[in-house]
C-alpha cells in the first residue's frame, strides 16, 4: 500500500485549492416585510374582539331581574330550537 499516491489524489480533485468568493451586492443588505390589505383587517378585527367584554353585562342584568321578579319564561319548545340551532 502506498501512502505517497494521496497527494496525487488530492492534485487530480484540487481538494486543496480554494477561491475567492465574490462580495454580496449592496440590494442584499436590507429586508423588508409586506402585510397584505388582508392581514391589516384581520389586525384590527382582532383588536376590536379583544378590547370587547366577554360578558354583555347589560343583557346579563336584565335577564337576571326577570329571574328576581319572576317574569323570566322560558318555553320547552324555545329551549328546543335554541338547542338545536346550536348544533347545527
Same mark, same amino acid.
Given at each position: 500500500?502506498?501512502?505517497?499516491?494521496?497527494?496525487?489524489?488530492? =492534485?487530480l480533485? =484540487?481538494?486543496? /485549492? *480554494? +477561491?475567492?468568493?465574490? +462580495? %454580496?451586492?449592496d %440590494?442584499?443588505?436590507y429586508? /423588508?416585510?409586506?402585510?397584505? =390589505?388582508?392581514? +391589516? $383587517?384581520?389586525?384590527?378585527a +382582532?383588536a %376590536?374582539?379583544?378590547? *370587547?367584554? #366577554?360578558?354583555?353585562?347589560d &343583557?346579563?342584568? $336584565?335577564?337576571? /331581574?326577570?329571574i =328576581?321578579?319572576? *317574569?323570566?319564561?322560558? *318555553?320547552m $319548545?324555545? &329551549?328546543a330550537?335554541?338547542? &338545536? %340551532? #346550536? #348544533?347545527?
Open positions: 500500500m502506498r501512502i505517497d499516491a494521496i497527494n496525487r489524489v488530492s =492534485q480533485y =484540487q481538494a486543496n /485549492s *480554494t +477561491k475567492r468568493v465574490a +462580495k %454580496a451586492t %440590494a442584499a443588505k429586508d /423588508s416585510v409586506q402585510i397584505s =390589505q388582508m392581514g +391589516k $383587517d384581520y389586525q384590527v +382582532k %376590536a374582539v379583544a378590547a *370587547t367584554p #366577554e360578558v354583555r353585562a &343583557l346579563v342584568a $336584565d335577564i337576571k /331581574s326577570r =328576581q321578579n319572576g *317574569t323570566y319564561d322560558v *318555553t $319548545d324555545m &329551549l330550537d335554541k338547542l &338545536l %340551532a #346550536e #348544533e347545527i
